[in-house]
């Protein structure tokens, strides 16, 4: 037993109060940080501590009323799950208290203190990165390579003005992205974006969802109804695969175009529209008017300015920094925590030519993060054609390569790990079941009991 001085106490109390009204105005990963931080010294204190059990009091529910200095509260957890809150009754300040009651109370008021800057420095950090993403990569175009650079200017000249857009590319290469960008930095940015793909659905339906419909238009059609085109009034629609329009639908297009109006389906009375629109297609819209396919006046309405999004393969000094991009989203989006990309398995993704463009990278890492047996995307975690891209290009040297570097890290992790798997494994960073599989794929068991018996 001990006098506390009423100084500390206060200054303990004082904390641990800051700590949980900082707590319950934060984001719930902070939060979730923190208490699973301080769950886990409280347990290790309540492990040793059994004195305390009767001093210490556990609570399905807060208390309501009570002064700062009264008591002093931390969750606990059992089975991942807030089963109650640890309530400590500090007394009156100034007043005896055992020593291992003020050493618990210290400790758990420590480390709140640790975590809360711990996890204000990474919300600052999180700010900091999605920040500079979007000054560097304005409407999610990531890459530093010159064909995205060039593309990124052109779309800050086009956003200004007020010019139809056609946005040219393969599928797969974002050209969402680019009409969502060109948006975005519009005098139209406070207004709806509207997006429609012209190729998902019936050409009936299609002039339903683009023009809407007047009550008694048909059979069902009860009330009014806005098609997009309305929907997007002040703002910008999106015309997605423009090229699998219906020829009456490209007349009614063009009339939107020319007239700045439209009438609703069942409908006479002219609408007046205050809309932009952006068009998209991977389809040779010039070629298809020379053969009749499409309307060449309306070709001409649409093509005033053209952008074209280059395919991956034009830019695969961007692949690692999309690559870790999709990385960091799949990891969130599955409560995996992973380190990165191998080599091995960056040059496989250097080396893949991407029909499928930038949606089939994200897939493939996608892939990767729910197949990967280690922290890090492996080769063989990649889809079967991704994966074996280099080695068709490099032959024989490649797998000779990575296998070597494979036998020489093993090695040298069960060096440094005095012979234990669990431990050579940690170092590693993969799971010691995968490790040991490892060892005999690549036949290294008998040396490393020959290194590990020292004969």
């Known amino acids: 037993?001990?006098?506390?001085?009423?100084?500390?106490?206060?200054?303990?109390?004082?904390?641990?109060?800051?700590?949980?009204?900082?707590?319950?105005?934060?984001?719930?990963?902070?939060r979730s940080l923190i208490e699973t931080q301080i769950m886990h010294v409280v347990g290790d204190l309540l492990g040793y501590a059994e004195g305390l059990q009767g001093r210490m009091q556990l609570e399905s529910?807060?208390?309501?009323?009570?002064?700062?200095?009264?008591?002093?509260?931390?969750?606990?957890?059992?089975?991942?799950?807030?089963?109650?809150?640890?309530?400590?009754?500090?007394?009156?300040?100034?007043?005896?208290?055992?020593?291992?009651?003020?050493?618990?109370?210290?400790?758990?008021?420590?480390?709140?203190?640790?975590?809360?800057?711990?996890?204000?420095?990474?919300?600052?950090?999180?700010?900091?990165?999605?920040?500079?993403?979007?000054?560097?990569?304005?409407?999610?175009?990531?890459?530093?390579?010159q064909p995205i650079q060039k593309l990124r200017?052109?779309?800050?000249?086009?956003?200004?003005?007020?010019?139809?857009?056609?946005?040219?590319?393969?599928?797969?290469?974002?050209?969402?992205?680019?009409?969502?960008?060109?948006?975005?930095?519009?005098?139209?940015?406070?207004?709806?974006?509207?997006?429609?793909?012209?190729?998902?659905?019936?050409?009936?339906?299609?002039?339903?969802?683009?023009?809407?419909?007047?009550?008694?238009?048909?059979?069902?059609?009860?009330?009014?109804?806005?098609?997009?085109?309305?929907?997007?009034?002040?703002g910008t629609v999106f015309l997605d695969e423009v090229g699998e329009l219906a020829p009456g639908l490209q007349a009614k297009l063009l009339r939107v175009l020319q007239e700045k109006e439209m009438v609703r389906v069942g409908g006479v009375k002219p609408v007046k529209l205050d809309v932009r629109v952006v068009a998209a297609t991977n389809r040779d819209l010039a070629a298809e008017t020379r053969v009749g396919k499409f309307r060449e006046d309306l070709y001409h309405r649409l093509n005033v300015i053209a952008l074209r999004t280059p395919a991956l393969r034009e830019r695969k000094d961007d692949i690692p920094l999309l690559a870790m991009q999709f990385l960091d989203k799949s990891s969130r989006q599955c409560g995996r925590r992973m380190r990165g990309i191998s080599p091995a398995a960056e040059a496989c993704l250097r080396n893949y030519d991407w029909p499928g463009n930038v949606r089939e990278l994200e897939n493939a890492i996608e892939r990767a993060v729910v197949l990967a047996e280690t922290e890090f995307v492996l080769p063989e975690d990649l889809p079967e054609a991704v994966g074996e891209s280099a080695s068709h290009l490099a032959g024989s040297?490649?797998?000779?390569?990575?296998?070597?570097?494979?036998?020489?890290?093993i090695l040298k992790a069960y060096e440094n790990a005095g012979g234990d798997y669990k431990a050579a494994a940690k170092l590693l960073g993969i799971h010691p079941n995968y490790l040991l599989r490892l060892v005999r794929n690549l036949g290294l068991k008998d040396e490393i009991a020959h290194r590990r018996s020292g004969t």
């Open 61 to 145: 529910e807060r208390r309501p009323g009570g002064a700062p200095g009264d008591e002093c509260e931390v969750p606990l957890y059992a089975g991942g799950q807030l089963e109650a809150t640890l309530c400590l009754r500090l007394g009156a300040p100034g007043g005896d208290l055992p020593e291992d009651v003020l050493d618990t109370l210290g400790a758990v008021a420590n480390l709140a203190s640790v975590a809360l800057e711990s996890a204000k420095e990474a919300e600052n950090l999180r700010a900091e990165v999605a920040l500079l993403e979007e000054r560097l990569f304005p409407g999610g175009l990531t890459g530093e390579s």
């Open 397 to 409: 040297t490649y797998q000779v390569t990575v296998g070597s570097a494979k036998r020489s890290s």
């Open 153 to 234: 200017q052109m779309i800050k000249r086009v956003a200004v003005s007020e010019t139809t857009v056609l946005i040219l590319g393969e599928s797969g290469t974002g050209k969402e992205l680019v009409a969502r960008s060109i948006h975005e930095q519009s005098r139209r940015k406070d207004n709806p974006f509207v997006p429609i793909n012209c190729a998902a659905i019936t050409d009936t339906l299609l002039e339903i969802e683009l023009f809407g419909y007047e009550k008694g238009a048909f059979t069902g059609a009860d009330a009014q109804k806005k098609g997009r085109l309305e929907m997007a009034q002040g």
């Open 1 to 30: 037993m001990g006098r506390i001085e009423k100084e500390t106490l206060l200054r303990a109390t004082t904390l641990l109060y800051l700590f949980r009204e900082w707590v319950k105005g934060h984001s719930q990963a902070s």
